[in-house]
Each structure stands twice: as structure tokens, then as C-alpha cells.
């Protein structure tokens, strides 16, 4: 069974930065696309970012594109959310997701995405 363990959240200044981190588990990623998401109260989940496991293309929203960046540890089966110069309107839950497909052109879509991580906060004050 899949298993998805973020970490890393926490509070943060506007114009600060978090690492968050993304532990998977229980498969052989090799193939997979790995996704970041974030939730706001009363918002849908949107997506962020992911990588390919696989040659390690990656795609970002274009809400933080030059601000987030995402990689992996393949040795540690780990993936990795820097954001930097965070803002308010980062502040959400985000959420790891796996998808044992590729994704090409439906990478935003939740439901693309057959595992998820349960959530680190994140917080920005202003």
C-alpha cells in the first residue's frame, strides 16, 4: 500500500520560505508523477507543482512559478516543496499526491492522482 508523509509545515512571515517534504512509501515510484496541491478554507484544491519521477520534468502553477521550486531524493523516495518569498494567499494545507500515470495535460485535475498525503499546514502572516 501507497503512503504519503508530508512534513515541513509551520508559520511563516510573508516574503519567508518552508521546505515542505513528501516521504512515499509502500511502491516503486519509478513511473510516477508526483503532485503538490494546496487547500484553502473554502476553496477548492488547487494544484502547485509536480515532478516525474522518471527524468524529473517538472510543471508549476502559474501562481508560483519563479518562487516554488520542487525536486526529489530518488534514494529516499522523497520529494521536495521549497517556496520562497511565500505570501498570504499561499497559506493553506498542502498535500502530496501520486499518480502511477504520466499526466500529460490533465496534471492539475485531484482526481488524476491515485494517493494522497494528509495535509501540512501552512501559515503567513502579513
Known amino acids: 500500500q501507497v503512503q504519503l508523509v508530508e512534513s515541513g509545515g509551520g508559520l511563516v512571515q510573508a516574503g519567508g520560505s518552508l521546505r515542505l517534504s513528501c516521504a512515499a512509501s509502500?511502491?516503486?515510484?519509478?513511473?510516477?508523477?508526483m503532485g503538490w496541491f494546496r487547500q484553502a478554507p473554502g476553496k477548492e484544491r488547487e494544484f502547485v507543482s509536480l515532478?516525474?519521477?522518471?527524468?524529473?520534468?517538472?510543471i508549476f502553477a502559474d501562481s508560483v512559478k519563479g518562487r516554488f521550486t520542487i525536486s526529489k531524493d530518488s534514494a529516499k523516495d522523497t520529494v521536495f516543496l521549497q517556496m520562497n518569498h511565500l505570501k498570504p494567499e499561499d497559506a493553506a494545507v498542502y498535500y502530496c499526491?501520486?499518480?502511477?500515470?504520466?499526466?500529460?495535460?490533465?496534471?492539475?485535475?485531484?482526481?488524476?492522482?491515485?494517493?494522497w498525503g494528509q495535509g501540512t499546514q501552512v501559515t503567513v502572516s502579513s
Open positions: 509502500g511502491g516503486t515510484f519509478s513511473w510516477y508523477t
Open positions: 499526491a501520486a499518480s502511477r500515470r504520466t499526466l500529460v495535460g490533465r496534471h492539475y485535475l485531484p482526481d488524476e492522482y491515485d494517493y
Open positions: 515532478i516525474r519521477w522518471n527524468g524529473g520534468a517538472t
